[in-house]
């Protein structure tokens, strides 16, 4: 929320007011404050109005969640915080989009950049996510920066990685996932929003794959997979079972967008046969996606609103989650935002 006044006065006042409130409840309450609008609203939130409102509570009375450490750190440009605690977050996901997605470096790199920082207020690391039911890989290499003192040699670490999952030292999931820390987990630009994948976008003629990466390396990484499941071992893991229906729906997204240039390349030539051709394909595409999925529970639509839905305390809250639940994997707001 943008305050009515940009002045600093007001703003010290503001702050000041919001932490009597909690002490008049709690005289050792500690304020956490959600640091998204350093982030998203740099234009009004200012180095001086920002140190306004963390300096109106006296030092270590307040902890700031630096909510997208991997991408847009505050902390440095607001000086630790002019001296208030602050965690070290990774956003990393919005709406709880599911394609594969990461930057393994950045954080890697980043809690110790945090904690090595000019008087650095940092106290910890964290997870912020809007849906934290995909990715684990990222999870893992995030959560373990609480326990290291300096960054890991990655590709040691993605070498290891499917042993410490499923188990067995398997030569094809090493070098699948190999590829897909070269690919998908190497998301150096600043991607806020990594969930505009073409299958899920509204029809249109001007639809852009979105894509940072060799999808060649997916592909690949996808077949690797699939040889991988006939160890016998391996294909009676639930983790390696997951994983690999996880990298097949990844691969056969990646296809529907070469599909949809290829169907906006046949409506532009004219090309009926062509356009009826590929329609198939894609039909025949989405069927295999929805097969697919239907073999593994985490992918089901029905576990997502149960699970919601057991939540409830009584029928009104439950409705409600359950609206809240399928409101999510659709319109994401009233009005198809």
């Not at 290499?141 to 040699?153: F, G, H, Q």
């Not at 077949?223 to 991988?228: D, E, I, M, N, R």
């Not at 016998?232 to 990298?247: A, C, G, H, I, M």
Request: a positive charge; charged letters at 25%; aromatic letters at 12%.
């Amino acid at each position: 929320m943008k305050p009515p006044s940009g002045d600093l006065e007001y703003i010290k006042a503001t702050g000041r007011a919001v932490f009597q409130s909690m002490l008049d409840a709690d005289q050792k309450a500690i304020w956490v404050m959600q640091g998204w609008m350093f982030t998203h609203s740099q234009e009004f939130w200012t180095r001086d109005r920002s140190k306004a409102l963390l300096t109106s509570v006296p030092l270590g009375r307040m902890i700031v969640l630096d909510l997208q450490s991997e991408f847009a750190p505050q902390y440095q440009r607001l000086e630790s915080y002019y001296g208030q605690p602050f965690i070290w977050c990774m956003l990393h996901n919005f709406g709880g989009v599911l394609g594969l997605y990461g930057d393994m470096e950045s954080v890697n790199k980043g809690p110790f950049t945090g904690r090595s920082f000019p008087n650095s207020t940092m106290i910890g690391t964290g997870l912020t996510p809007e849906g934290i039911e995909q990715n684990e890989v990222m999870y893992e290499l995030m959560n373990e920066a609480s326990w290291r003192k300096k960054p890991v040699n990655l590709k040691k670490w993605v070498s290891m990685y499917s042993y410490r999952r499923y188990g067995q030292v398997s030569m094809q999931v090493s070098k699948a996932w190999k590829l897909l820390k070269r690919s998908v987990f190497n998301c150096t630009l600043s991607l806020k929003d990594h969930g505009r994948y073409i299958i899920v976008q509204r029809p249109s003629l001007h639809n852009k794959p979105f894509m940072w990466f060799n999808p060649k390396d997916v592909f690949t990484a996808w077949k690797l997979f699939v040889s991988a499941s006939k160890n016998k071992y391996l294909s009676q893991q639930e983790n390696f079972r997951y994983d690999l229906v996880d990298v097949t729906r990844e691969a056969l997204q990646l296809l529907g967008g070469e599909l949809y240039g290829a169907t906006v390349d046949a409506y532009r030539r004219r090309s009926i046969t062509d356009l009826r051709n590929i329609s198939i394909t894609m039909l025949d595409l989405l069927e295999d996606l929805d097969k697919v999925l239907a073999t593994d529970k985490h992918f089901l639509l029905g576990n997502w609103i149960e699970s919601a839905k057991s939540l409830g305390t009584d029928v009104k809250e439950r409705k409600l989650y359950e609206y809240n639940a399928r409101n999510q994997v659709t319109l994401w707001g009233p009005n198809g935002e």
